[in-house]
């Protein structure tokens, strides 16, 4: 069974830094589209960022120029690091990859921006 752990949530003020990471277990996260996904409070679970297996990554407009995805093949583990935070990046943030035509998601960390 594929595994996701997220980790690195935290509280930081309006313009801080988190780095979140996602250790991924029976899966090789550089042979597998990765992505970082949040859901603040009353929305909708949102993408973030996302890396193919080939190392091509996307945002979302609202983190663009902020968030950088990133992987290390040998530790087997997905990156975010979110820079210039604000206030609506807080979410519960997930990490999520897709093997078998099945979709595995991590249990989530916490990211909260005080203003």
């Known amino acids: 069974q594929v595994r996701l752990v997220e980790s690195g949530g935290g509280l930081v003020q309006a313009g801080g830094s988190l780095r979140l990471s996602c250790a991924a277990s029976?899966?090789?996260?550089?042979?597998?589209?990765m992505g970082w996904y949040r859901q603040a409070p009353g929305k909708q679970r949102e993408v973030v960022a996302t890396?193919?297996?080939?190392?091509?990554?996307n945002y979302a407009d609202s983190v663009k120029g902020r968030f950088t995805i990133s992987r290390d093949n040998a530790k087997n583990t997905v990156y975010l690091q979110m820079n210039s935070l604000k206030p609506v990046d807080t979410a519960v943030y997930y990490c999520?990859?897709?093997?078998?035509?099945?979709?595995?998601w991590g249990q989530g960390t916490q990211g909260t921006v005080s203003s």
């Open positions: 029976r899966i090789i996260v550089s042979r597998n589209a």
């Open positions: 890396i193919t297996s080939g190392g091509n990554t």
């Open positions: 999520k990859t897709r093997s078998y035509f099945e979709d595995f």
